[in-house]
């Protein structure tokens, strides 16, 4: 998925967001771009910069959904995190440096995965003769002062014959399930973590000495002998081969490679970070976290307990609703370090309605299949998906104006009686029409201070 072009990238992004084309072209652009620089000759490569995005719109419009598709159908390390939980240094807190190491983390455990994937078959193999090894126990060699007949060669290779012949017996009972019941005695590792805490207002790397790491190192491995059923215990050993076989010196030389060349940090709700001039109390902090963000999103060397990490080539997409303060009030240096502002517009009625019906993953959808599990069939009609369209806009409009979030809490509301009833209902098929719609939401809609409570 790596070589998408930006059209078919909007495409894959229209299976799952209605509208906000803007915002999808500048995405899809961008990523384009990081696929175009590798294309560039050396020289030129590292000169070219990423263009990082900020997304400004109300809430539940689509601007964290357009960042989480992508990390699903690209192959780019992807980290998605709230700016609001980030502190200055000095304060108690994480330091934005830790989302750098969040994602290295996030690409290594992937790569991993995805080795021991591939190795799955050879580690399954050797953990099969590790537990014919556990059910057929090598004989111990005979003790030659032992009296008795004098061992010659074609009775050694007799019993070797048997012993084969013995444990591809059992290699077939195990293949086949015929031992699954069967208990055996293994020795698991239980590596124990000391509980130690350390206060300190940097991260881990920065204190240079990973202590956890340290101390884990230090303790010995403590091993346990349990009884385990063999399937269970196959599964043991395969996963311990499996991590044995992977290449961990290889796996994380490519995940930085992968981080630094094509790693995406979204940085939802930056307009929390952003408080007014002569701020005081928490403001002096959110400027902080500005100032230290500068010299990552610019370009810098991360410290992590694998090794530094430039994010020179890292994309930043940003997003905020920024209500009652606007981009303008970011300190201006971070506003040049996001040269592209994409605006999503708010969504009414007929984008409501597609939410609705149109997505792969639409939220009718999603309430039928859950219903179904019950063995009860629910039908909506075109009119109904519509009065829930209008009803959702209206109180909107009347309340706070929370996107199509608005749509799960109506939804919830309309279905809670089929929801609650569905066990008792079994076997049964309900149409929901438009006079259902307006029943059910009716109350809800004309009063608005229960709206406000409830929605």
């Given at each position: 998925?790596?070589?998408?072009?930006?059209?078919?990238?909007?495409?894959?992004?229209?299976k799952y967001i209605i509208g906000q084309d803007q915002a999808k072209r500048s995405v899809a652009i961008a990523l384009?771009?990081?696929?175009?620089?590798?294309?560039?000759?050396?020289?030129?490569?590292?000169?070219?910069?990423?263009?990082?995005?900020?997304?400004?719109?109300?809430?539940?419009?689509?601007?964290?959904?357009?960042?989480?598709?992508?990390?699903?159908?690209?192959?780019?390390?992807?980290?998605?995190?709230?700016?609001?939980?980030?502190?200055?240094?000095?304060?108690?807190?994480?330091?934005?440096?830790?989302?750098?190491?969040?994602?290295?983390?996030?690409?290594?455990?992937?790569?991993?995965?995805?080795?021991?994937?591939?190795?799955?078959?050879?580690?399954?193999?050797?953990?099969?003769?590790?537990?014919?090894?556990?059910?057929?126990?090598?004989?111990?060699?005979?003790?030659?002062?032992?009296?008795?007949?004098?061992?010659?060669?074609?009775?050694?290779?007799?019993?070797?014959?048997?012993?084969?012949?013995?444990?591809?017996?059992?290699?077939?009972?195990?293949?086949?399930?015929?031992?699954?019941?069967?208990?055996?005695?293994?020795?698991?590792?239980?590596?124990?973590?000391?509980?130690?805490?350390?206060?300190?207002?940097?991260?881990?790397?920065?204190?240079?000495?990973?202590?956890?790491?340290?101390?884990?190192?230090?303790?010995?491995?403590?091993?346990?002998?349990?009884?385990?059923?063999?399937?269970?215990?196959?599964?043991?050993?395969?996963?311990?081969?499996?991590?044995?076989?992977?290449?961990?010196?290889?796996?994380?030389?490519?995940?930085?490679?992968?981080?630094?060349?094509?790693?995406?940090?979204?940085?939802?709700?930056?307009?929390?970070?952003?408080?007014?001039?002569?701020?005081?109390?928490?403001?002096?902090?959110?400027?902080?976290?500005?100032?230290?963000?500068?010299?990552?999103?610019?370009?810098?060397?991360?410290?992590?307990?694998?090794?530094?990490?430039?994010?020179?080539?890292?994309?930043?997409?940003?997003?905020?609703?920024?209500?009652?303060?606007?981009?303008?009030?970011?300190?201006?240096?971070?506003?040049?370090?996001?040269?592209?502002?994409?605006?999503?517009?708010?969504?009414?009625?007929?984008?409501?309605?597609?939410?609705?019906?149109?997505?792969?993953?639409?939220?009718?959808?999603?309430?039928?299949?859950l219903i179904r599990t019950e063995g009860v069939q629910v039908a909506f009609e075109q009119e109904a998906v519509e009065?829930?369209?209008?009803?959702?806009?209206?109180?909107?409009?009347?309340?706070?104006?929370?996107?199509?979030?608005?749509?799960?809490?109506?939804?919830?509301?309309?279905?809670?009686?089929?929801?609650?009833?569905?066990?008792?209902?079994?076997?049964?098929?309900?149409?929901?029409?438009?006079?259902?719609?307006?029943?059910?939401?009716?109350?809800?809609?004309?009063?608005?201070?229960?709206?406000?409570?409830?929605?």
């Open positions: 998925m790596d070589n998408l072009t930006p059209a078919q990238i909007v495409k894959q992004l229209d384009r771009n990081r696929w175009r620089r590798r294309q560039v000759p050396p020289d030129l490569r590292d000169e070219i910069a990423p263009k990082n995005i900020i997304m400004i719109g109300p809430t539940g419009v689509g601007k964290t959904e357009i960042a989480r598709r992508l990390s699903l159908f690209t192959d780019s390390p992807f980290y998605k995190v709230e700016a609001s939980k980030f502190t200055e240094v000095g304060y108690v807190g994480r330091d934005v440096e830790s989302m750098v190491r969040d994602l290295l983390e996030l690409t290594i455990n992937r790569l991993k995965a995805n080795e021991q994937e591939a190795v799955k078959e050879k580690a399954l193999q050797i953990a099969e003769e590790r537990m014919l090894d556990l059910l057929l126990p090598k004989p111990k060699p005979a003790n030659p002062l032992q009296a008795g007949p004098e061992p010659g060669i074609a009775t050694t290779e007799t019993e070797s014959e048997s012993q084969a012949a013995t444990r591809e017996k059992l290699r077939g009972m195990l293949r086949k399930g015929k031992l699954d019941e069967r208990y055996v005695d293994m020795d698991i590792a239980e590596r124990s973590t000391p509980v130690v805490e350390i206060f300190s207002n940097v991260g881990m790397e920065e204190m240079g000495i990973n202590f956890k790491d340290m101390l884990g190192g230090l303790l010995p491995k403590s091993t346990k002998r349990r009884k385990v059923k063999v399937p269970q215990a196959l599964e043991i050993m395969a996963k311990e081969e499996a991590q044995n076989l992977v290449d961990m010196e290889g796996v994380v030389k490519r995940a930085i490679e992968k981080v630094e060349q094509s790693g995406i940090i979204f940085l939802d709700e930056i307009d929390k970070i952003a408080g007014k001039e002569g701020g005081h109390g928490p403001d002096v902090s959110r400027e902080g976290v500005q100032r230290d963000l500068l010299p990552i999103v610019e370009g810098s060397s991360v410290t992590t307990k694998y090794g530094p990490v430039k994010t020179d080539h890292i994309l930043f997409v940003a997003s905020g609703a920024f209500h009652t303060i606007k981009p303008s009030d970011l300190i201006p240096e971070l506003q040049g370090r996001f040269p592209i502002r994409v605006e999503l517009a708010s969504l009414g009625q007929a984008e409501f309605a597609r939410i609705l019906t149109e997505p792969e993953n639409a939220l009718l959808l999603q309430y039928i299949a009065e829930i369209a209008r009803i959702a806009e209206d109180v909107n409009n009347l309340t706070e104006n929370i996107g199509a979030r608005r749509l799960h809490t109506l939804m919830e509301k309309l279905l809670e009686e089929i929801l609650f009833d569905a066990p008792d209902l079994k076997g049964t098929k309900i149409v929901i029409d438009g006079k259902y719609v307006l029943d059910r939401l009716k109350d809800i809609k004309e009063d608005e201070d229960l709206s406000r409570y409830i929605l």
